[in-house]
């Protein structure tokens, strides 16, 4: 079972490309991650064919160097390539061809006299790339302590919350949840009371919908918060992480629009350039992605493999594994016992009971059969050929 199979890592061999390198080898390490490494030469440059082979020579041989100090750190799967072209557009390209889970990237160098910390080809990429773009500040460790996840309710911010959620359980982090309550436009203020009422009945439905939005996930092994902002949304997440010195900041790069919701499409944009702490955006792909090892028929195995989605957040992957050993063995106990975990996680009490009463149940049967096979078997007549006259 992998959560984060695959990584994508292109690097022009710079010191902040070096630091998104360095990010990836925390990253895989911890989730026995692939890597490809990508350096993509600029097809504006007008080489001759020996020239060009020369670079190509020069760079595989760095990529190899950086590869071999990969496995050094005891990753194995390591992939090197070198294209040419547009950054962006190959970065994009590969990503999608090799199916990677998240592409990890340095920020770059910002245009001279631009107040932004983020480089062309970092912000193209986070704008274009279908993948999870995870953008690295220039000089962050890749030790990650305290991640912010901000929320507008989304399908969107939905998928990075839960990312994040895996992230903080495996690393592990606090995680803060950030939702922040957008006050109504400022020209609506000259209706002075009837804005204040409109406010405070928008405020009053938002809150309850974020606190039912949370009961949606599995937080459990997780250290984490909610926090909720009122105000210009873009702006109150760059202050909440620099409050709380976050390390990750996690968000939807799609989100609602409405009077009541955070734009998070909008917001994504504003606060990437800024860089207050390394970035992932989160858009229609997961980066926390499950995938299961091949077909197995072995009930120990399929146990195992349920027990350790369990552990890791996804219960109801982990009901189809335990249902699959009850199939095979209806008086598999450790099965029903976990499964009865399971749906207590996702909150189906009566399934747990009932799947906890089954389990008794068959225990008790298994004891009395024991028992009984006990008895019987220390009875002088059992055993015995009877004789009659």
Known sequence: ?????????????????????????????????????????????????????MFVKKVDDRLQEIAEQFRGEGIQGVETVVDNGVPFDQIDKHATERDVNVIIIGAGKSADGSPFRLGTTAARTRRKATKPVWIVKPGASPQINKILCPVDCSKSSGRALKNAIHLSRRFPTELTVLT????LPDYYERFGEVAAEAQEASTQEQLPQFEQFLGDFDFHDVSWNKVIRYGKPYREILAVARETKSDL?????????????ILMGGVARRVAPE???????????????????????????????????LENGLPEEALGQFQHC????????????????????????DEAKECEERAKHITQTIENRQIEADIRSRHPLVGRKRHYL
């Not at 922040?180 to 006050?183: I, K, M, T, Y």
């Not at 900041?249 to 919701?261: A, D, F, H, K, P």
């Not at 095979?328 to 450790?334: A, Q």
Request: charged content about 20%; overall charge neutral.
């Open 275 to 309: 860089m207050p702490c390394s970035i992932v955006t989160v858009k229609s792909e997961h980066a926390i992605r499950l995938r299961l090892d091949a077909e197995i028929d072995d009930i120990a195995a399929h146990l195992k493999q349920g027990v350790e989605l």
């Open 249 to 261: 900041l996690v968000m939807g790069s799609v989100g609602r629009t409405g009077l009541s919701r």
């Open 326 to 349: 009850i199939a095979k063995d209806m008086l598999c106990v450790p099965a029903w016992k976990w499964l009865a975990a399971a749906h207590e996680r996702v909150g189906r009490q």
């Open 1 to 53: 079972m992998k959560l984060l199979e695959r990584i994508l890592v292109p690097t022009d061999f710079s010191p902040v490309a070096e630091d998104a390198v360095q990010t990836a080898v925390f990253v895989a390490k911890q989730f026995n991650s692939e890597i490809c490494l990508l350096h993509v030469m600029p097809g504006t440059v007008d080489f001759c064919s020996n020239v060009r082979g």
């Open 180 to 183: 922040v309550v957008q006050g």
